[in-house]
């Protein structure tokens, strides 16, 4: 019988990656199960590329600006990520406005007063030691939070009763170009924050919307909300660039070499110049918290 | 333009050469049948025991047309697994003479002196060129007990198999989407079932397969790497037939019998896999509401009305159903159909007169709390075929024809219902109109030269109702729309027209060695899209547009062939260089679903491939089979990818081994193994990590840099013939996929937990026993 599980969940599997449209089915638990005992680790020889700067640059209208600088590493190095505290760091709109973000530590450069205003360019500027780095993000018009429901899937694995996954209604504005992100977090497992729910409005412009978000962010294998839980929901409205950046992300997040090694992986599109990593994600958002009901 | 005109002036400067006539001749004619069924054999020599350089082949109706001198002539036939044929005939005029062929068992071929004429892969001018014997590969282990001439092809030098659980395939570095699979002519553009496992073809009903590795006649056209031929069984015209098998996951029936006896014939062939039986057996409630199933149904009838005329039906019909607990699921299949007049206006002349139908289309059901949405896409093509064969002499054949094709493509329709947040709306649908006119001489001079030209002429035009744009290609505004037109109905927008010269020749050194010679120019204007590896059903069909240029290849090789110990052996090597012209390929991180620009993230770019190719085939006594070995290289370049380096394809194989035995160990008795062995995939290994969001994120550098370590496997086969009689036959048949149980990398997945990051493999099919009783009577 074993064979047919593993034909089946393999199938399953497939299915899955097809992500049509936006949306994601929940992995099976029982997948992994099926393939444990023909998985292995192996060691592989790795080139290493040049070293680069990753800036994480979040800003909005209601935290400001925050940017994490780190350095990328040789893969198999410790999962330690130097971090850079000497960057000289500009950020500025295109009102005229500019001032320069000091370091705070950790690697954090902070300004929770430089907020951000619908309709505005922002351009950032990293200089750090023999490398400049610069981004442009706009803000796009606030898209609000409609309601939220906990939506019941008798998934795989039934025997532990039905599955939760929290939908998103929301009002999508008219005419096509609005891109959306949005942030999971679980009070009782902040490490199963999800970062990277998206949608764009190429087949729901004008509507009332549904987005489902998956926690795990990529790694469907984590904790799931339950019954209970408190969970902090914050909509980002973002611009394309943002928007690309995130859903490229997604899309090598635990993967690489690929299915039969072919799905080339490449580094996510981003607005930095120079090829620099990370993004900078100039936005509006809007948050609220929910309790899943039983 | 003027190096065409010339090329056609040449033509018909050796056309004329051949209407000179010294004596008085005849015309023998007629076709070649199997006894026992009246199946007809396509591709039988037909020549004399006088002069055998007076001989010819049938064609892919079993038709020979023989023109020779008048008086006592031996005319003898000759096919693999059949027992030789001799007649003595008195030319006094034009004689109408159809052959039926005995068929011989593999011992019996080894004891009996082979006729001399069994050397046409020596002496004919085609390279490249594969044929597959249905009956010859029956004892080849294989997976899951389905029989699948797909796979069986990867066996064969210059073929590659796109790898486990893939029912796609490589041809002399040629893309899975760059091959012509033709099934009674009609194309078919997803190959394979169940995502790839098994492929659509229900070995029960086909009859033939010949495969040619760009070095196609001009007959064909249309894809650049490959074409596969595939025809149905026509059914026996003496009897009815029941022929079936029952595998662990699928079984099948044939049907087949005469209409009216040796005047028509029908055969209907159906499949259906039961995987997803055994999951309702199964505790898991969302196992249970698991759909896993694929079922195929191949129909075709012939009647003959007269002497000269016979008109066939053909059709195929497949559908794949998967789906998850009700809240996803696909469903998706090719139809195909086929209507055929042959024609013969006389001894000489033939003509075959084709309609073709071909579909392919999925639909997506997704069932989310309520709200439902359906996404469905189609390929469709009607066709119209024209073949002509003028047998002008014993050294002249001469075939022409035509070939309009309209295509619709209808990349996605999405319905969704009310309240469901999603718009019902469609992706833009695309037309285009396919022609081609071909001309191609076979000639064959004295006993020393054959040669096979030939000229096709292809036309393609994408044509209204839509609105076009036009992408901008300069590096600053790439990829966006720097122009519009809106098109009225069969309005053309963009037309291409290319001449694609073929020829293949064979220098005769002796009855045994030949050196064979080929150039040959192939165009496609349809290109697949897929970001995955795996054939997937959701994998997109663009036609060539005015973004789009048609992909173009030209191809040169050449080969020595050799058979020896009274053609007991066949050994070839073939070297071939391919030049590739606007190849596809899309940007990084294309979105290629429900894209309505999807243009706007393609590539143009380059691809040169080279290899050689060994082979040597034992064809009889008790142990026979193959060797081959193909060492090559397949390389792509692209201005928007790594600043145009030159980088391997994901296809790029240096070393592809393969290597089939069978052993007669008594009459009733055949013991099976063969063993593949191919360099890793050419793949993107990350090169750095790095932290976003407290996640390890991979680098990534050079594109396609790193080697998936090598495939290897070894399958062995056991055939127990139970009973063989003329009435009745039943075997049982068991394989062992992977008996060495190598853990051969499907994917390999970069994980980090805690303070490491490390790369982790999986395998996907360790060892598979198979069971499969067969039967026919």
Redesign the interface.
């Given at each position: 019988?074993k064979?047919?599980n593993?034909?089946?969940y393999?199938?399953?599997e497939?299915?899955i990656?097809?992500k049509?449209?936006n949306?994601k089915?929940i992995t099976?638990n029982?997948i992994v199960l099926a393939?444990s005992?023909?998985?292995?680790?192996?060691?592989?020889d790795?080139?290493?590329?040049d070293?680069?700067y990753?800036m994480?640059a979040d800003m909005d209208d209601s935290l400001g600006f925050r940017m994490h600088i780190?350095?990328?590493?040789?893969?198999?190095?410790?999962?330690?990520?130097p971090v850079i505290t000497d960057a000289a760091v500009t950020l500025s709109d295109n009102e005229g406005n500019s001032r320069n973000i000091a370091h705070s530590g950790d690697g954090w450069y902070k300004d929770s007063t430089f907020k951000t205003v619908v309709g505005r360019t922002y351009t950032l500027k990293v200089v750090g030691k023999d490398v400049e780095y610069i981004a442009s993000s706009t803000v796009r018009p606030t898209i609000g939070i409609g309601y939220i429901?906990a939506?019941k899937?008798?998934?795989?694995?039934?025997?532990d009763g039905p599955i939760r996954v929290l939908?998103l209604?929301y009002q999508d504005p008219a005419g096509a170009g609005d891109h959306i992100r949005v942030v999971v977090n679980n009070k009782k497992d902040p490490?199963s924050?999800s970062?990277i729910n998206l949608q764009d409005d190429?087949?729901?412009?004008?509507?009332?919307?549904?987005l489902?978000l998956f926690s795990g962010?990529?790694?469907d294998d984590g904790y799931r909300i339950q019954p209970g839980d408190t969970v902090h929901l914050s909509l980002q409205t973002i611009d394309k660039a943002v928007y690309?950046y995130f859903?490229?992300?997604d899309?090598?997040?635990?993967?690489?070499?690929?299915?039969?090694?072919?799905?080339?992986?490449?580094?996510?599109?981003t607005n930095w110049s120079n090829a620099g990593?990370?993004v900078f994600n100039a936005c509006t958002v809007r948050g609220r918290y929910f309790v899943v009901p039983d | 333009m003027k190096l065409h005109k010339h090329y056609i002036l040449s033509i018909c400067l050796i056309l004329l050469a051949n209407t000179v006539f010294s004596q008085q001749k005849y015309t023998i004619s007629g076709g070649v049948k199997d006894a026992k069924n009246g199946e007809e054999l396509i591709g039988a020599s037909v020549y004399t025991k006088e002069n055998l350089t007076n001989g010819t082949s049938t064609n892919a109706y079993g038709f020979y047309s023989l023109t020779l001198p008048e008086g006592k002539h031996t005319i003898s036939v000759q096919y693999l697994g059949y027992q030789l044929y001799s007649k003595e005939v008195e030319l006094t005029g034009n004689l109408k003479l159809d052959i039926e062929m005995g068929s011989s068992s593999k011992e019996l071929q080894a004891i009996e002196v082979k006729g001399e004429k069994d050397n046409i892969n020596v002496t004919g001018a085609q390279m490249g060129v594969t044929k597959i014997d249905i009956n010859e590969i029956k004892n080849i282990p294989v997976i899951f007990g389905e029989r699948d001439v797909l796979k069986t092809i990867s066996l064969l030098p210059g073929i590659k198999s796109?790898?486990?659980?893939?029912a796609g395939f490589y041809v002399r570095g040629g893309g899975t989407d760059q091959n012509l699979i033709l099934l009674d002519e009609a194309p078919v553009y997803n190959a394979s079932h169940?995502?790839g496992?098994f492929s659509v073809f229900n070995s029960d009903a086909i009859k033939d397969l010949t495969l040619y590795k760009g070095n196609m006649p001009a007959e064909y056209g249309g894809r650049l790497s490959s074409v596969v031929d595939i025809r149905m069984k026509e059914g026996s015209q003496k009897k009815y037939v029941f022929t079936g098998g029952i595998g662990l996951?699928a079984s099948r029936l044939t049907v087949e019998g005469p209409i009216v006896k040796d005047k028509g014939s029908f055969i209907v062939s159906g499949r259906r896999t039961y995987?997803d039986l055994?999951?309702k057996l199964m505790k898991?409630?969302?196992?249970k509401k698991?759909q896993?199933y694929f079922y195929d149904l191949n129909l075709k009838a012939n009647y003959r009305i007269g002497l000269n005329d016979r008109i066939f039906v053909s059709g195929y019909f497949g559908r794949d159903k998967?789906g998850?607990?009700g809240?996803?699921g696909?469903d998706y299949g090719n139809a195909t159909a086929t209507a055929r007049w042959n024609h013969i206006f006389n001894s000489r002349l033939f003509s075959n007169t084709t309609f073709i139908y071909s579909n392919y289309s999925y639909k997506?059901n997704?069932d989310?709390?309520g709200?439902k949405?359906d996404?469905t896409s189609k390929v469709q093509d009607w066709n119209v075929k024209e073949d002509m064969q003028y047998y002008l002499n014993t050294h002249n054949t001469i075939k022409f024809g035509l070939q309009s094709i309209y295509h619709t493509f209808v990349p996605g329709v999405?319905t969704?219902s009310e309240?469901?947040?999603?718009?019902s709306?469609e992706l833009p649908r695309k037309y285009a109109w396919e022609n081609a006119l071909y001309l191609q001489h076979e000639k064959e001079f004295g006993n020393l030269i054959n040669i096979n030209y030939g000229l096709r002429v292809s036309a393609f035009s994408l044509v209204g109702p839509g609105t076009f744009y036009t992408f901008s290609q300069d590096s600053v505004n790439q990829g966006q729309i720097s122009d519009s037109t809106v098109l009225g109905k069969n309005k053309f927008l963009q037309s291409y027209l290319n001449f694609e010269p073929r020829v293949s020749s064979s220098f005769i050194l002796d009855e045994r060695n030949s050196i064979k010679a080929s150039y040959s120019r192939n165009v496609q204007n349809l290109h697949l899209l897929s970001?995955?590896?795996?054939t997937?059903p959701?994998d997109r069909w663009i036609p060539s547009s005015n973004n789009v240029k048609p992909e173009i290849a030209d191809q040169i090789a050449l080969g020595y062939f050799s058979n020896f110990k009274k053609n007991m052996f066949e050994a070839s090597v073939e070297v071939y260089y391919k030049w590739l012209y606007n190849q596809v390929d899309y940007r990084?991180?294309a979105?290629l679903?429900?894209n309505?620009f999807i243009e706007a993230d393609l590539l143009t770019g380059k691809g040169r491939a080279y290899g050689a190719e060994f082979f040597l085939k034992k064809k009889t006594g008790k142990l026979y089979g193959w060797v081959s070995y193909t060492l090559s290289r397949t390389e792509r370049s692209f201005e928007g990818i790594d600043r145009g380096r030159w980088f391997a394809a994901?296809q790029d194989r240096t070393h592809d081994v393969s290597i089939v035995l069978m052993y007669e160990l008594h009459p009733k008795w055949v013991i099976s193994a063969t063993w593949v062995y191919y360099t890793?995939?050419?793949?993107?290994?990350?090169?750095?990590?790095?932290?976003?969001?407290?996640?390890?994120?991979?680098?990534?550098?050079e594109?396609?840099?790193?080697r998936?370590?090598a495939y290897h496997r070894m399958d062995i086969g056991l055939t127990w013939n139970r009973k063989m009689t003329e009435k009745r036959e039943s075997s049982w048949n068991l394989s062992i996929y992977n008996v060495y149980m190598r853990?051969n990398?499907?994917?390999?997945?970069?994980?980090?937990s805690?303070?490491?990051?490390?790369?982790?493999?999986?395998?996907?099919?360790?060892i598979?026993p198979t069971i499969t009783y067969n039967f026919k009577f």
């Open positions: 019988m064979i047919f593993s034909i089946s393999y199938l399953i497939k299915l990656v097809f049509t449209l949306f089915l099976l029982l393939f005992s023909c998985t292995k680790e192996i060691t592989l790795l080139k290493e590329a070293i680069k990753v994480e780190s350095l990328s590493q040789p893969y198999y190095n410790d999962n330690t990520f429901v939506q899937f008798n998934f795989g694995g039934g025997n939908q209604w490490s924050a970062n190429r087949f729901n412009d004008g509507l009332v919307s549904q489902f962010g990529g790694d690309d859903l490229t992300l899309q090598i997040s635990g993967q690489g070499g690929g299915f039969g090694g072919g799905v080339t992986p490449a580094n996510p599109t990593l990370g | 796109a790898g486990e659980g893939n169940l995502l496992f996951i995987a055994f999951l898991d409630t969302a196992l698991t896993l998967l998850l607990s809240l996803f696909i997506i997704l989310l709390g709200s949405i996404i999405i969704a309240n469901s947040g999603f718009n709306s970001n995955s590896t795996t997937s959701t990084n991180n979105q679903r429900g309505s994901k890793g995939n050419a793949v993107t290994y990350p090169a750095n990590k790095y932290e976003m969001n407290g996640k390890v994120i991979t680098y990534y550098s594109r396609n840099g790193y998936m370590p853990e990398p499907y994917i390999i997945q970069f994980k980090s805690g303070s490491r990051s490390y790369a982790e493999q999986t395998a996907l099919f360790k598979v």
